[in-house]
Structure formats: structure tokens, C-alpha cells
């Protein structure tokens, strides 16, 4: 996929009815600090939305995330105005791969939590919530 001009990307790895997040430190420096948050960040140099989910992946868990785990994408208009769009996938993760994480040194801690609470969750990021709910409803 080629997108000349997008900020960041974002994605939920699923693993039985589970998704990968990790709780952003509480510092009020950063965005929504304290808050359940996906893997992906923002985008670097001439990166696609896939190598940047990767690479972000990469520097977060240790996950190498080839591109034939991810199993759908999205681009979604810029969370504020004048904001430069992003994208939000969803893929798949195993579980050799969680066994094998290696947290990075952003955020506080990471889990496995069920996707039905990840998107209830209060301290959840609530664009990224409701994205992995719309996404989750398509499938039922």
C-alpha cells in the first residue's frame, strides 16, 4: 500500500479473543498519559503504514511483525482538526510471540486483555476503543 501523507498507525494483536496493550507512563508531558494504549506510534521518514506498525511493534514488545499477521486496515481522518490522518489495523499474534515479548522502555506495563474490556475499559484510548469495537462488530 502506498499513502504519501499519514502520521501514525496503530494495531490491535489478537490472540483468542485477547489484545496486546500496555498502560502509557503517567507522565502529563505526553498524550493520555496513564491510559490503556495499542502498539504503533507515529511514522518515520518515507515509511508505510505497514513498516511503521512494524517497526513500532519492533521497538515496544520486540516483535518482528510480518506483514502476513496483519489481516486488516483502515485509514481514519486525523483525531483533530487539521491533524494528519492515520491508520489502525488489526492482526493477528502468536503465542510464541507473546512468550518472546521484551517490553521497551515506554509505558508502565504491558498485558493481554480481553478485547470486550479493552474496548470498555475507562483508561482505554477511546478513538482506539471504538475503532477495534467497529471492527470487532463486523466480524460477529
Known amino acids: 500500500m502506498i ?38 506510534g507515529g511514522r518515520e521518514g518515507e515509511e508505510t503504514p505497514v513498516q511503521c506498525v ?9 516483535i ?3 506483514a502476513r499477521q496483519i489481516v486488516w486496515q483502515q485509514r481514519y481522518a486525523g483525531i483533530t482538526p487539521g491533524s494528519p490522518h492515520t491508520w489502525f489495523m488489526v492482526g493477528e499474534i502468536t503465542l510464541a510471540q507473546i512468550a518472546a515479548i521484551r517490553f521497551g522502555n515506554e509505558g508502565q506495563c ?3 486483555m480481553p478485547a470486550d474490556e479493552f474496548v470498555r ?4 484510548i477511546a478513538h482506539l476503543r471504538q475503532r477495534l469495537a467497529d471492527r470487532l462488530a463486523q466480524l460477529d
Open 3 to 40: 499513502d504519501e501523507d499519514f502520521g501514525g498507525a496503530k494495531i490491535a494483536l489478537l490472540y483468542g479473543g485477547q489484545v496486546l496493550v500496555y498502560l502509557r507512563d503517567d507522565n502529563p508531558a505526553i498524550p493520555w498519559p496513564g491510559c490503556w494504549d495499542l502498539p504503533g
Open 110 to 112: 504491558w498485558q493481554m
Open 64 to 66: 518482528l511483525l510480518p
Open 54 to 62: 512494524q517497526r513500532e511493534t519492533e521497538e515496544e514488545f520486540g
Open 121 to 124: 475499559h475507562p483508561q482505554g
